[in-house]
Nanobody, 128 residues
Framework: QAQLVESGGGLVQAGGSLRLSCAASGRTFSRFAMGWFRQAPGKEREFVAAISWSGGNTYYADSVKGRFTISRDNAKNTVYLQMNTLKPEDTAVYYC?????????????????????WGQGTQVTVSS
C-alpha cells in the first residue's frame, strides 16, 4: 500500500533550521508533483511549498519564500523541506502530499484538493 512518511520535525529555537524528509513507499512517486503543507492549532491547513516531478519547478508560499527550500531525490523516492531562519509562526504540523494527476506533474498546485496522498504529519515547534 502506497504511503508517505514524514520525519525530521522537532523543537528548535527561533532562527534555527530543520530539514524535513518525506519517504514514499508502496509505489514510485517520482513522476508526480509533491507538496508540503502545514496546519497550526486552530488554523486551516495551508500551502508551504511544491515541486514538479523533475524538480525543475518549485513554488513557495510568500510566508516562507527565501527561508525554505523544497527538493527531491527521485532515486530515493524522497522529498525534502529545508527550513532556515525559523520563526515561532512556523510552528505547525507539517504534511507531505503527492498529486498523481499527470496534468499537474510539471506545474504543481498550491491547492490541497489536488493532492490525493498524504503523510501522517510531523510536528515542528519553534520557540521564541
Amino acid at each position: 500500500q502506497a504511503q508517505l512518511v514524514e520525519s525530521g520535525g522537532g523543537l528548535v529555537q527561533a532562527g534555527g533550521s530543520l530539514r524535513l524528509s518525506c519517504a514514499a513507499s508502496g509505489r514510485t512517486f517520482s513522476r508526480f508533483a509533491m507538496g508540503w503543507f502545514r496546519q497550526a492549532p486552530g488554523k486551516e491547513r495551508e500551502f508551504v511549498a511544491a515541486i514538479s516531478w523533475s524538480g525543475g519547478n518549485t513554488y513557495y508560499a510568500d510566508s516562507v519564500k527565501g527561508r525554505f527550500t523544497i527538493s527531491r531525490d527521485n532515486a530515493k523516492n524522497t522529498v525534502y523541506l529545508q527550513m532556515n531562519t525559523l520563526k515561532p509562526e512556523d510552528t505547525a504540523v507539517y504534511y507531505c502530499a503527492a498529486d498523481t494527476a499527470p496534468q499537474r506533474a510539471q506545474r504543481p498546485s498550491a491547492a490541497s484538493e489536488g493532492y490525493n496522498y498524504w503523510g501522517q504529519g510531523t510536528q515542528v515547534t519553534v520557540s521564541s
